[in-house]
């Protein structure tokens, strides 16, 4: 948990202990890079408002080598904070104050995803697909583009498996939310259209033009053969 | 704040320099015109005159030329004169017309004078002398010619005149009252202008400024409206930020007070009876403020207009089942009219959720089931409906539909409610979330013969623009 305020640090961190997690705290974004090259923690949690280098910066150099899930903590619902923690690659965000079984939910969801993200739902889980140079392989965990590994985030590659489960079906954002993040019908839908673009960047020819991943406009996203 | 104006019930500033121009030109007019006429009558009396005597003069000289025997003369000034009233005096005999017709012309002695009197309205009244070759002796004789001229002709003439110089002042006056109106708009488009901004200064576009300008009479008004927006605005931002900042500085103490809470709720089980309950109603209140500091939070967004929506299409009856089960209350009556049932409309999940939960809430706080959540198009049964109906209705005690646009007011609750309930802001936020989506919310009338609160929220099915 990277968080610069003592009082929240605590008392989260005693929240998130007795809902048996174990924590490691810093209180900057300095140090939380520093401690991420020898620990290896299941997720990270960042407060945006940081001294020194702010949360955004500390998730994209985190991204730089990790696919770690990363949870951001935002102190304004507006839509900026929420949609830069997204793009710098966090997989899902929180807003201040935030209800602790809620925190503690939305961080079980994702490490119940990064744990299994190659088991996908349908049975699907050995068979590797392929969609023209695309390659998914759900049991390794990777994707290959023209023969090379493509470097998803965990989010990102479950995402990716959902839509490949089904190619050709429109997927709502309501059911990716569910399906990928465990929201209900009022989850945030712009969480699914970010990490739909970061998917796109990595592993579209032309992510302005995608060929994949399509927009199927006021529906939703599929994945096209 | 609370000045007002009085409204005088005056004619506008426009029409008042319409009535004043149109005015002074139509008596400038009347009296350069009233100057000209008499002027002029008197001109074309004398030049009538002469003209009359001229005219009397070639007679005259005809029948000197004429004349050579006096018993000649009935017959001559007949054939000669015959529309005319003509007689011939010499040494004291008349000839032509009867002497009574001239009046109290003079019997002599102006001899060698012309002489024009107006006789009648109509007729002047001419004596010439006159020189007659009828002398016994072969000489001339002395005499006078009467004439009666006739001057209706010109009378008629000088009336047409003068008729068409009221008309032309008249027209004057009118065209002076339109320049006038023009001139008067002319005047009156900054204060116009001024007043328009004035009004979306109110309605809330603080960035409002007035149009320099060059003429000194309203640079004043302009500087100081503008001055006068400046600190409004800065004093709106001020207010506007300090709402935000507050509300932003509860929200790490209260992550900290929530999640310390989330520990004990967690060890609940460890705790005597008495701190349980302690513990219950921190954890109600608690929350209660959070969502208190999060309406503050959202409302001073709208002060700020940086509300944007983030909209996603979403089919009516879908969204609002989700809405009547995200309410966590089983006895809500959904009714969506069979042609609602396949709206898909462009909304904001979120805000629109918010906006509909608040009103449910309300129903269920004040009012009294059966609660009815509705949609229907608008108009109903159309097939090209414009609009969709949201409908919450109670069996409650309802709302005085007189006062209820008050309840709209932050913080305003109805008479009943005491301090506890809600955070005051829920109308509020909900008619913003509304107006966001470009719809509108109101109470509206239940049915006759029952008690109960309807609360409508009316929305376009087509979406405006939104930036999200």
Redesign the interface.
Known sequence: MVEDDPRIRSSVRLALESADFSVTECHTGEDALELLNHENPDLVLIDIMLPGIDGFEVCRRLRETSDVPVIMVTARNGKEDTILGLEAGADDYVTKPFDTDELCARIRALLRRATNAYATPHGWRTTHRTFGDLEIRPDEGRVLRAGSEVKLTKTEFRLLCELAAAPDKVFSRETLLDRVWGYGYFGDGRLVDVHVRRLRMKIEPDPGNPRYVVTVRGLGYRLDN | MGAVVRRYSSPSLRTRAALFVGASVFAGAAVLFTVTVIASRSWVGSEQRSLLVAHAREHARLLENVVDDPSRLDQILTSLLPSAVAAVEIEGRWYGAPRARFGDAPEGGITGFDYVADATDSESLIILPIELAIGTTGGTSMGRLFLLADHAQWDARRTRTGRLVVVSAILLAVVAAGAGSIAGRRLSRPLAEAAAAARKVGAGGLETRLPESEDPALADLIETFNEMVETVAARAAADQRFNSDVS?EL??????????L??MQ??RHELSPANQTALDLLDADLHRF?RL?DDL?EMS?FDAN?A?L?S??VNLNE?LE?VV??SGQSDINLVVSPMARVF?IELD??RM?RALANLLDNAFRHGAPPIWLTAIEIPPGDVKPSHVKISVEDRGPGVDLDRSEELFERFNRGPRLSRSDGSGLGLALTREHVRLHGGSVAFEPVSRGTTGTCITVVLPLRAPDSD?
């Open positions: 932003h929200r790490s103490p209260l992550t900290t007070l929530m999640a310390s989330a520990v967690s060890r959070a500091v939070l967004r940086v944007a983030v996603s299409r969204f989700e089960k995200s898909e999940k979120r959720a999200g």
